[in-house]
C-alpha cells in the first residue's frame, strides 16, 4: 500500500504537486588535476510535493552541521541523500529554477532492490537549496 498515494490525492488540493527534474548521483571522478567533480546520471522526470520542513527537521539538520535553506520533498521515485560510505553525493531535485541538493532522505516501501520506482516504494527528502547550478 502506499500511503503517499492516498495522502498526496488530498494535499495536492491546497498544495498542488510540481513537476520536477532527478539527477541522480553516480559518484565522483577526479581529473588529471586532482579536482574532484560530482557526476549524474541523465535527467529523469517526476512529479514532487515541495513542503516546509519541521522543527525536527531543522535539528536533524543541526546535528549534522548543515546550513541553508531547506525543505521536504514527496516522490514516489525513490531518492539518495548525501552518503559519504560509498562515495555519493546526495542527488539533485530541479524544481522550476531552482537546484536542490538532497542531504537526508526517508523511505517507505522498500523492498532492498535497486530498482527505482514501484507501486510500494516513495521518499520524503530533504534538499538544500544551490546558489548555482551543480550540473555541468
Same mark, same amino acid.
Given at each position: 500500500?502506499?500511503?503517499?498515494?492516498?495522502?498526496?490525492?488530498?494535499?495536492?488540493?491546497?498544495?498542488?504537486?510540481?513537476?520536477?527534474?532527478?539527477?541522480?548521483?553516480?559518484?565522483?571522478?577526479?581529473?588529471?588535476?586532482?579536482?574532484?567533480?560530482?557526476?549524474?546520471?541523465?535527467?529523469?522526470?517526476?512529479?514532487?510535493?515541495?513542503?516546509?520542513?519541521?522543527?525536527?527537521?531543522?535539528?536533524?539538520?543541526?546535528?549534522?552541521?548543515?546550513?541553508?535553506?531547506?525543505?521536504?520533498?514527496?516522490?514516489?521515485?525513490? =531518492?539518495?541523500?548525501?552518503? %559519504?560510505?560509498? !562515495?555519493?553525493? @546526495?542527488?539533485?531535485?530541479?524544481?522550476?529554477? *531552482?537546484? #536542490? =541538493?538532497?542531504?537526508?532522505? %526517508?523511505?517507505? !516501501?522498500?523492498? @532492498?532492490?535497486?530498482?527505482?520506482?514501484?507501486? *510500494?516504494? #516513495?521518499?520524503?527528502?530533504?534538499?538544500?537549496?544551490?546558489?548555482?547550478?551543480?550540473?555541468?
Amino acid at each position: 500500500m502506499n500511503i503517499n498515494k492516498m495522502a498526496n490525492r488530498l494535499t495536492r488540493r491546497v498544495n498542488p504537486n510540481l513537476s520536477a527534474i532527478l539527477y541522480k548521483s553516480q559518484g565522483y571522478k577526479v581529473n588529471e588535476d586532482r579536482d574532484k567533480f560530482a557526476i549524474y546520471s541523465d535527467p529523469i522526470a517526476l512529479q514532487v510535493n515541495k513542503q516546509d520542513i519541521s522543527q525536527m527537521d531543522l535539528q536533524h539538520l543541526d546535528n549534522l552541521n548543515i546550513q541553508g535553506r531547506f525543505a521536504s520533498f514527496f516522490t514516489d521515485y525513490r =531518492l539518495q541523500g548525501v552518503d %559519504r560510505s560509498t !562515495g555519493k553525493g @546526495g542527488d539533485i531535485l530541479k524544481v522550476g529554477n *531552482e537546484f #536542490w =541538493l538532497i542531504v537526508s532522505t %526517508r523511505g517507505w !516501501g522498500d523492498d @532492498g532492490t535497486d530498482q527505482d520506482s514501484s507501486s *510500494e516504494t #516513495w521518499t520524503r527528502a530533504i534538499g538544500c537549496l544551490q546558489k548555482t547550478s551543480p550540473i555541468t
